[in-house]
């Protein structure tokens, strides 16, 4: 009995000895890495000071009519991401893509990622560029952020336009999220090694090019999971909750594009006919993709964007 304990002993210090030395290696090829990474990310845009800390925005074409782009939650690279989007719009509007704290090459923060924090340091960052008329476009979460975003700045926003957005009362927006045991795994240099150290290929269209797609893959590993990116999913549930019978302001201008048949949520459309339905003026447009309709559908959402604004005049 006493060999077979020593022997479980042995063994089991054994096992601990190989994992530490294991995540030892792990952490410090991650970290090896990332610097190395650092040095392969080529600068876009330009940035602006918002309290104190420097926040990336990418400002391009020229027309009569502003549009202020947003991301969803996780984008690695807003002025990347929306590319193929920007350059169409780009032809006749002025397109600013603000990439918020945590966010592409902006800083991060330990600012809370409270919607409030959040609208406030976007509408910092236009200030800063003399944006003061423009339309308010998002992709995703930035439909929630947009909500309190219009209200308190209505005066400057003529219109929201939404890409497949959130909406206050989808489901499962109060799971609460493993994020102390996340970021470990990032440091430690596990997701780097799981996901092989490769991009997300998900739906990406040919308009990406392969350097597009290579330095979206590097500045994901430089963002991803990183604190500012924790705390801001660790604040969705409370950010969902706190918005929970929010509305548009009635007055507001919506354009609400959503995929035409959403598998995980048989209700998407409707909950975006809903939302609509509480403005004088509200358009749901579906579109025959997925969740990201501006990495296939860009063109269709543009020219959409473009017989809309013609018909509001």
């Known amino acids: 009995m006493r060999k077979s304990v020593r022997r479980l002993l042995i063994t089991g210090t054994a096992v601990v000895g190989v994992l530490a030395v294991g995540l030892t290696t792990t952490s410090i090829a991650n970290a090896v890495a990332t610097a190395q990474e650092q040095d392969r990310i080529v600068?876009?845009?330009r940035t602006v000071t918002?309290?104190?800390?420097?926040?990336?925005?990418?400002?391009?074409?020229?027309?009569?009519?502003?549009?202020?782009?947003?991301p969803g939650f996780g984008t690695a690279s807003p002025v990347l991401d929306f590319g193929p989007l920007v350059e169409d719009l780009a032809a006749d509007h002025r397109v600013i893509v603000v990439e918020p704290f945590g966010y592409g090459?902006?800083?991060?923060?330990?600012?809370?990622r409270t919607t409030a924090n959040i609208v406030s340091e976007v509408h910092t960052a236009l200030q800063q560029l003399d944006v003061d008329r423009y339309v308010l476009m998002g992709?995703?979460?930035?439909?929630?952020?947009?909500?309190?975003?219009?209200h308190r700045y209505r005066e400057e926003v003529t219109a929201f336009v939404g890409i497949d957005t959130s909406v206050p009362g989808q489901p499962n927006m109060d799971t609460v999220f493993p994020v102390g045991l996340l970021g470990a795994a990032k440091d430690l240099g596990l997701v780097r090694l799981l996901s092989g150290?490769?991009?997300?290929?998900?739906?990406?269209?040919?308009?990406?090019?392969?350097?597009?797609r290579e330095q979206m893959r590097l500045i994901s590993h430089r963002t991803s999971l990183e604190p500012t990116y924790l705390d801001e999913m660790d604040r969705i549930r409370t950010n969902f909750a706190e918005a929970a019978d929010a509305t548009f302001p009635a007055d507001l201008p919506l354009l609400l594009f959503t995929e035409a048949d959403n598998l995980h949520n048989p209700d998407w459309l409707a909950l975006h006919e809903h939302q609509a339905a509480t403005v004088d003026d509200g358009t749901v447009a579906p579109i025959d993709g997925g969740h990201y309709?501006?990495?296939?559908?860009?063109?269709?959402?543009?020219?959409?964007?473009?017989?809309?604004?013609?018909?509001l005049g």
């Not at 090459?105 to 809370?112: I, K, N, Q, V, W």
């Not at 997300?200 to 990406?208: N, P, Q």
């Open 105 to 112: 090459l902006s800083d991060g923060t330990d600012r809370p």
């Open 293 to 311: 309709l501006h990495h296939t559908h860009s063109a269709e959402l543009a020219a959409t964007f473009r017989d809309w604004r013609q018909r």
């Open 197 to 212: 150290g490769g991009g997300d290929d998900d739906d990406r269209s040919e308009e990406y090019t392969a350097a597009d």
């Open 43 to 45: 600068p876009y845009g």
């Open 50 to 70: 918002v309290d104190g800390r420097e926040m990336n925005v990418l400002v391009a074409g020229s027309g009569p009519e502003d549009v202020v782009l947003l």
């Open 139 to 150: 992709h995703s979460i930035a439909g929630l952020y947009a909500i309190e975003y219009t």
